[in-house]
């Protein structure tokens, strides 16, 4: 008779249950033991404009990251030609407000400052700096025109996250929870002149970007800086500005390390203006930090902020809207979070920072009013340095 085959393995061997990951070998950052994820948190449906949402989130298994936002406007009908204010569809909201277990305000802001303009110029949503959410795939604008609906859908992120897994906050005790609270525009504010007939609802989906509790590693492995956070918060600095004065503005009291700072002028009807010096001037303590033409600022956001937005035909600069980042550690182009935090502008609650026009341009609807969302980094401890994920 011919020699039986040997088996190479016990029979057992297939039958073994494998982890869905592979685990790595212990020791190295946070993001090596961790999984990005995430993980839906609510859908509120059918709420009229001027509604306020606020429905508590829920826990996730791990550190969250950011919340993830999409309003949909469905089920609008016009009647005759429906038109959108400037700031549509951003201006969803007039006020939110995501704040920490604690009561500390991590974002709050109008619809605008915080949906497009952290979004563009906060390096925390995308690979590049310059990011327009009216680029997704995702996003429609506001239906406008002879009978047109006003529908539209936008998505949008309120970020936690500055640097890579540095920023996040615990989200698996959901005692110790962030409230997020939005308020919904008037619709008259919203359309400006004309509404469609039969307004439409908003539905306003939240999810959370996380990551995973590590698993099968010894020790304490937890993000670098737990605690730590990056605060934006829209603030109006003082005085107002006369039409063709030489005005020095000073902003609030900040502290902490500020990575971005993004000033947004409107003018008396709250319409974003281009009223700009041809000269500029941004002063710290006193000292003329920078001191610039105003196009020659321009160039240098279009530089530091060039990213997805060259790529796509040119830089574009919302009207009414200067940004100047410190987020330039490794580059001369913010990436993102890839950052080390070395050239973040260090402040203390005594620090004042000044924006000065002389003169300012001629502004038809005087006063105007210059305010400003600061990416306020607040460490716990000693700020983490470096590249931590590495």
């Not at 996250?161 to 308020?183: D, R």
């Amino acid at each position: 008779m011919p020699p039986s085959t040997a088996q190479t393995a016990p029979g057992q061997e297939a039958g073994r249950p494998q982890p869905q990951t592979t685990v790595q070998n212990p020791g190295g950052p946070f993001i090596r033991h961790s999984q990005p994820g995430r993980r839906a948190q609510y859908v509120s449906t059918s709420n009229a404009f001027g509604a306020l949402i606020t429905q508590p989130l829920v826990a996730v298994p791990g550190y969250i990251r950011a919340l993830r936002l999409r309003f949909a406007a469905t089920g609008g009908v016009a009647t005759g030609t429906v038109s959108a204010s400037a700031d549509a569809p951003y201006n969803i909201a007039s006020l939110i407000t995501l704040r920490d277990a604690f009561g500390t305000p991590l974002i709050v802001g109008d619809g605008y400052s915080v949906l497009k303009l952290v979004a563009m110029f906060g390096g925390q949503f995308g690979l590049h700096s310059l990011v327009d959410v009216a680029n997704f795939p995702s996003f429609s604008a506001v239906a406008t025109g002879l009978s047109a609906s006003g529908n539209f859908t936008l998505p949008a992120q309120l970020p936690l996250e500055f640097a890579k897994a540095y920023g996040v906050i615990s989200g698996a005790n959901a005692s110790l929870l962030p409230n997020l609270q939005v308020q919904l525009n008037a619709s008259a504010t919203f359309y400006g002149t004309t509404s469609p007939g039969t307004l439409p609802t908003i539905e306003m989906d939240v999810d959370a970007d996380f990551y995973w509790l590590p698993e099968g590693v010894g020790g304490n492995i937890e993000p670098p800086g737990l605690g730590s956070t990056c605060q934006w918060v829209l603030q109006q600095a003082n005085p107002s500005i006369g039409s063709a004065s030489t005005t020095r503005c000073q902003i609030p009291r900040l502290c902490g390390y500020l990575s971005t700072i993004i000033f947004i002028m409107r003018d008396s009807t709250s319409a974003r203006i281009d009223g700009w010096p041809t000269r500029m001037r941004i002063y710290v303590d006193g000292v003329p930090l920078i001191d610039s033409r105003v196009d020659t600022f321009e160039d240098d956001m279009a530089i530091q902020f060039g990213g997805i937005g060259a790529i796509t035909g040119g830089f574009n600069r919302p009207t009414g809207v200067l940004a100047w980042t410190r987020k330039m550690s490794l580059n001369q182009e913010s990436n993102g979070l890839l950052d080390t935090g070395e050239t973040w502008l260090s402040t203390n609650p005594g620090t004042l920072i000044e924006f000065e026009g002389a003169p300012w341009a001629t502004i038809s609807n005087a006063p105007a009013t210059l305010s400003i969302m600061a990416g306020q980094v607040v460490p716990t401890g000693a700020l983490v340095q470096g590249l931590p994920e590495l």
